[in-house]
């Protein structure tokens, strides 16, 4: 590493590593433990659709009392206690009420049902399957995004540094300008320009370091810590170097999350197809009753009826055809957006690639330009002290070596995030 990224003290705080960042990202999180229950609720329609296999049981107890002439006619033949009485004309238009405590246990099995329930289970397995695989690609975004906030602190942490040492260089050059101004080789003016330089480089400090208490807030949410711990971010070990870009592009193809989902849509797709196809067959089911009618509980009757039902959409208005035809263009559309993803995936290696190879370009540039920038404050200011440079060119110095330092944490921090975006866009994370 860089040392700009420098390691802060660590007394009394909890050591933070940029792997630790992530994993906490992916587990520790509001946002995982949300992704795992969604996994969780996809687990369980699985289990919803294979009780399509078992048989249906219902168990039904009510209580009925009243003189309405079918109602009393059929309770008295299940209670089985009709009579030749009963079949008077006046006792069947004005029956006497009745009351019929029944008990009933309801069966049914399907028997075929050409393969509906069997895909109903395989489409809610694969849809198990896309929520997991959303689930990895978003608990990478996790890990990137803590990944994000973790060199942020780093960055702010150094800025912090930067800020604090370009103060204590300015307050060194204005304690300068004031003894050549007390001997008389300078004027107020210089004295004053120091002034103003040395407010300008304070007002960066405070900004840094409020920059810094608001990273350090962002990143403990991040990975899932109490807002008010305080951790201490350790700076990585230098991005190791990448392979080339067809290994990468066939490694993310086998890996990324977004790639399994797609083919995942496309099975998914097929299978709606098979299923819309088998709506236009019979459907066999095998059922089951059996009742106890009574005046109560304790003088109940039983009886069972057992039967088959097969049952055959003739005619629905063309919707079952139009529902295959729509399955069928759906498995059109899965697979053109699974080829746009495969190129999406591709564009995102490569172009994760580049951005990784500039940033350490910058970082290079920007480290040979900070320490020329710093060689040319030392030669500047010995210059002034010999009369031979101006105040100005004092502080032309000291401000480009400001910018220098800017430059060189920036191009160092985009290096360890374009190294954990590149390792998402390969499906490593």
């Not at 078992?54 to 008295?76: A, I, K």
């Amino acid at each position: 590493m860089v040392t700009t990224l420098a390691v802060a003290d660590v007394h009394g705080q909890t050591p933070l590593t940029l792997a630790d960042a992530m994993r906490r990202a992916q587990t520790a999180t509001a946002e995982a433990r949300a992704l795992a229950a969604a996994a969780d609720e996809a687990v369980e329609r699985v289990r919803q659709a294979r009780a399509g296999y078992l048989p249906r049981v219902d168990l039904t107890e009510s209580v009925q009392h009243g003189n309405q002439p079918v109602f009393v006619f059929g309770s008295l033949l299940s209670q089985q206690r009709f009579t030749a009485a009963n079949f008077a004309i006046e006792e069947l238009n004005r029956p006497s009420p009745v009351t019929n405590v029944r008990t009933g246990l309801a069966v049914e099995q399907p028997v075929f049902d050409a393969g509906l329930t069997r895909l109903s289970v395989e489409s809610a397995a694969i849809g198990r399957d896309i929520v997991a695989a959303s689930r990895a690609g978003a608990q990478q975004d996790l890990a990137l995004g803590a990944a994000r906030a973790f060199v942020r602190v780093l960055q702010l942490e150094s800025a912090v540094r930067s800020s604090l040492a370009a103060v204590e260089a300015a307050e060194s050059d204005l304690a300068r300008a004031r003894a050549r101004r007390d001997v008389g080789m300078v004027t107020d003016a210089d004295v004053l320009d120091v002034e103003v330089h040395l407010a300008d480089v304070r007002q960066r400090q405070v900004a840094s370091v409020a920059d810094l208490t608001v990273a350090r807030i962002q990143l403990n949410e991040a990975v899932g810590a109490p807002l008010d711990e305080v951790l201490t971010v350790v700076p990585p070990d230098p991005p190791r170097a990448t392979a080339s870009a067809e290994t990468l592009v066939r490694e993310a193809l086998m890996s990324r999350s977004n790639r399994r989902e797609a083919e995942l849509h496309v099975t998914l797709a097929a299978n709606a197809l098979r299923a819309a196809q088998a709506a236009l067959l019979p459907r066999v089911d095998v059922q089951g009753g059996w009742e106890f009618n009574g005046q109560g509980l304790a003088d109940q009757r039983s009886s069972w009826i057992i039967g088959a039902q097969v049952q055959m959409n003739l005619f629905r208005g063309f919707r079952d055809t139009a529902r295959v035809a729509e399955a069928r263009h759906a498995e059109v559309r899965t697979k053109a957006e699974r080829e746009g993803v495969e190129r999406a995936i591709e564009v995102d290696v490569r172009a994760g690639m580049a951005r990784l190879d500039a940033a350490r370009a910058r970082e290079r540039v920007g480290q040979a330009a900070l320490t020329q920038a710093r060689e040319g404050q030392r030669i500047v200011r010995n210059r002034y002290e010999s009369g031979l440079a101006t105040i100005g060119d004092v502080l032309r110095a000291a401000s480009a070596v400001l910018d220098a330092e800017s430059r060189a944490i920036a191009a160092q921090a985009d290096v360890i995030v374009l190294a954990v975006a590149l390792d998402r866009a390969a499906g490593r994370l």
